[in-house]
């Protein structure tokens, strides 16, 4: 799908959607759990339908209400000796299940589109061999996975993916050995794990987190709390957020159902804001955003906030000065490689970055002159692109503006709310 964003600044309060890292985890946990669980989620996306998808496969039972989501467990007896689970471009959902369908089947065939079949496994992939399962060749797909997973000791780098820390702390507590991750080099995204451990903590299981590695008691049962809620999204939160700061209307943006307390990384988005020169305010559950004096740039470590790195970009491309967001290599292996993309983006547009192995260095200029960009089938630079059209003199024209289903299947809608200017062609 095309658009053209016609420059327009937003003001206005809207809600945050569920968290979709949050909702992952919730929803896995849930069909793991002793007796059914409702999920309170009022909004979908690609990424969630495609863990409910692979749930039911797997024998959970879902149950679509409105607002809320009720999960059934996955059966401890009569389950099936193989499933096919299709995690559509949804990379949590994969590396989350692998280890899983590992642990509970004894054979599990995975498929995926876009450019999942291109992000890593390892060594995720090497781990879970050493400890009792076969794969198909690497670079094989379908991705098949034999045999059951055993209890021991694993070994994961911490550079690479949180979410491999993630699969293996839901599916080691269900085996009838003790096992061990140890935690190979500095974690980054650590906030990501803190989140899972949380998350397991709601449903009874128990893990104790050491300088370096992770120690979990097998033979545990996951407990359902009977109703439980995924919080508001803070990634997602920041394109509106960062408007407040970029558009110049007085009253700023607002969006309410933030929880400034949250373990989600991305909350970090207001404190840079705030650096940035944007005027931030919280109050009752909310986080107003207004436009500053002036833009300043900054230096920006994207080590524990990769999914920021889009929308802070365009913040640096009118700020006044030298913005350097550096330990971003792993942007590269995303749903696009974003280091590429953001310049593809920011630069056709009429700015000015220069893309480096893992950072981007970004000099600042009053406005943006406008121009198409296309999305890289990545939600995040179509939102990204949303809000660069804010701060460009002429229109923006987008392709592949359906990306943003992946995570924010409303986005355009909110978008108008606020008063943004959209045409579809």
């Known amino acids: ?36 669980t409702e999920v309170i989620l009022p909004a979908l996306s690609k990424d969630i339908e495609a863990t409910l998808s692979c749930l039911s496969a797997m024998g959970a039972g879902i149950e679509r209400l409105p607002g809320r989501i009720s999960v059934s467990p996955i059966p401890a007896c009569g389950r099936p000796a193989a499933v096919r689970l299709d995690c559509g471009e949804s990379g949590s959902t994969l590396r989350f299940l692998l280890p899983l369908a590992g642990a509970l089947f004894d054979r599990a065939e995975f498929t995926g589109g876009g450019r999942l079949p291109e992000r890593p496994l390892s060594p995720l ?14 670079g094989s797909w379908p991705l098949s996975v034999q045999g059951r997973l055993t209890s021991g000791d694993f070994s994961l780098d911490g550079n690479i993916s949180s979410q491999f820390f993630t699969g293996l702390l839901i599916a080691l507590p269900l085996l009838a050995g003790d096992s061990r991750i140890q935690i ?37 049962r996951y407990r359902s709390p009977g109703q439980i809620a995924a919080e508001g999204d803070w990634s997602n939160a920041a394109f509106w957020l960062t408007a407040g700061a970029l558009t110049g209307a007085p009253d700023g943006v607002t969006v309410t159902g933030l929880d400034p307390d949250s373990l989600q990384g991305d909350r970090e988005i207001a404190a840079l804001l705030r650096r940035a020169g944007a005027a931030v305010s919280f109050g009752g559950g909310s986080v107003t955003v207004q436009p500053g004096a002036s833009l300043r740039p900054m230096r920006i470590d994207a080590a524990p906030i990769p999914d920021l790195v889009p929308i802070l970009s365009v913040l640096a491309s009118v700020s006044g000065g030298l ?12 749903e696009s490689d974003r280091l590429s993309a953001v310049r593809e983006l920011i630069v056709p547009l009429g700015g000015q970055v220069q893309e480096q192995r893992d950072s981007l260095l970004i000099i600042g200029k009053p406005a943006l002159s406008g121009g198409e960009a296309d999305s890289w089938n990545d939600h995040r630079i179509a ?26 299947p409303a986005f355009w809608d909110d978008y108008r709310r606020l008063g943004g200017k959209i045409d579809v062609l």
Do not use: W
């Open 184 to 220: 190979a080099s500095p974690l980054e995204s650590s906030s990501y794990v803190d989140m899972t451990l949380t998350a397991l903590s709601r449903f009874g299981v128990r893990i104790t987190r050491t300088e370096r590695a992770f120690e979990i008691p097998g033979g545990q």
């Open 323 to 334: 913005t350097c967001i550096y330990n971003a290599g792993r942007l590269r292996i995303k």
């Open 383 to 408: 939102m990204s692109a949303a809000i660069a059209a804010l701060v460009s003199e002429g229109p923006v024209l987008l392709h592949g503006a359906e990306a943003v289903e992946k995570s924010y």
């Open 125 to 138: 992939r090497e781990e879970m061999i050493r400890n009792g399962c076969v794969f198909s060749q690497p």
């Open 1 to 36: 799908m095309d658009v053209r964003i016609t420059p327009s600044p937003l003001c206005g309060t809207l809600p945050a959607i569920p968290s979709k890292s949050d909702a992952h985890r919730i929803l896995i946990l849930a069909a793991l759990a002793d007796r059914p």
